[in-house]
């Protein structure tokens, strides 16, 4: 098998027009291929498909057309021949599928969901192919293996990184990039599966743990992780680094753009050694496996609503006795329903008033992340 040396991930949000296909494909053509780079390329749906998937699955069939024109009308953007047939393939399939009242390949919802990564597979090597690149396909409900245990969908690791690299074997090895369907799997019986929203987050950083690549690089609309929802404060900073373990956490208590499973690989496997989550041009964050990485201090603030209370979570290295002491010091303090140290890394606040959270929330920003007095 080739060497493949990169993991690349490119996020829905960032693809709603063939240019933007194209801009994505030239982008990565020259940052990484030109470089000398063999990538394997993890495509999302297009921005808004599986919002929409999910809705004709649950019986909003009137919202086909949509998904019908919007990737014809990008296929033929992109003007390659091949994306125009295999798109419009997809399309027919999907249309019979939806109308059919038995569905042989798995949960109606995920068979349905699959079409939104499997269209973008093909318009991503079709914007390749317009560029002048010989781009491959891996189907990911052939490559990736997913496993089903207590409600829950994971990949399996040795599963896939078998039939991964059958995969892979079978392309001509001139071809590059090779790209892949984030998103989607299959489970040993052949039914299709999805992985959860976010789910290409995944699917990138397992594809490194089983093919032992270091690096990920998760392509998004945004320049990395923030250090909180910028809507809910005013001056977001954005997270340099993140270690294993406070990326592990910012995914469990829901910091946006981290799919919870995305840092299981890392701990499995001890791949992918760097992910790097940033926008096509500039700057991001960097999650690095070791432990060491970072310094002590608060990296990020989590805010989650629960039954009408406000769950503040605020996670970094060796932070939370701090956190706490300089958060008593305030009239936070008597605000808050309650405060608890969870660990050397978390501190959780509670509020049960909340017609003025944003407020706190902006207060315990600016004092935790920019040491505002
Ligand atoms: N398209 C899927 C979703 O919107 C997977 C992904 O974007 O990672 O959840
Ligand atoms: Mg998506």
Redesign the pocket.
């Known amino acids: 098998m080739i060497n493949i040396d990169k993991v690349v991930k490119v996020?829905?949000s960032l693809l709603s027009s063939g240019k933007d296909y194209i801009n994505v494909a030239e982008r990565i053509r020259n940052e990484f291929l030109e470089n000398g780079s063999n990538i394997i390329l993890v495509v999302?749906?297009l921005k808004g498909?599986?919002d929409k998937l999910i809705k004709i699955s649950e019986g909003k069939t009137e919202e086909l057309k949509d998904i019908e024109e919007t990737h014809m009308r990008i296929a033929y953007e992109i003007e390659d021949r091949e994306a125009e047939e295999t798109v419009s393939k997809l399309l027919k399939e999907l249309r019979a599928k939806v109308y059919s009242e038995h569905i042989t390949q798995g949960k109606r919802s995920h068979v349905i969901q699959s079409y939104?990564?499997m269209m973008s597979s093909a318009l991503m090597a079709g914007a390749f192919r317009a560029i002048g690149e010989k781009p491959g396909t891996v189907s990911a409900l052939r490559g990736i293996v997913a496993k089903e245990a207590g409600g829950e969908t994971s990949i399996d690791y040795e599963r896939t990184s078998e039939s991964l690299r059958n995969e892979i074997s079978r392309l001509e090895r001139s071809l590059s990039p090779i790209i892949i369907e984030?998103?989607i799997a299959s489970l040993p019986d052949g039914s299709v599966v999805t992985l959860g929203?976010?789910?290409?987050?995944y699917t990138a950083t397992a594809i490194a743990g089983v093919l032992f690549i270091e690096e990920v690089y998760m392509i998004t609309e945004t320049s990395g992780i923030l250090s909180c929802d910028p809507k809910l404060v005013k001056r977001p900073k954005r997270v340099e680094r993140l270690d294993a373990v406070e990326a592990k956490l910012a995914a469990l208590y829901g910091v946006k753009r981290l799919?919870p499973r995305t840092l299981e690989p890392v701990e499995a496997l001890s791949i992918p050694k760097t992910i790097i989550i940033r926008s096509i041009t500039g700057d991001g964050t960097k999650i690095c496996a070791e432990n060491g990485c970072t310094s002590d201090g608060v990296k990020l603030i989590s805010v989650r609503e629960h039954h009408g209370e406000h769950e503040i979570t605020v996670i970094g290295k060796n932070s939370s006795h701090e956190a706490l002491f300089s958060i008593e010091k305030t009239e936070m303090f008597s605000l808050a329903k309650s405060l608890e140290i969870k660990s050397p890394h978390i501190l959780q606040i509670v509020f049960s008033e909340t017609s003025s959270i944003s407020e706190l929330v902006d207060r315990i920003h600016e004092k935790l992340i920019w040491g505002a007095q």
């Open positions: 996020g829905g999302s749906a498909v599986t939104g990564e984030g998103y929203r976010g789910g290409s987050d799919h």
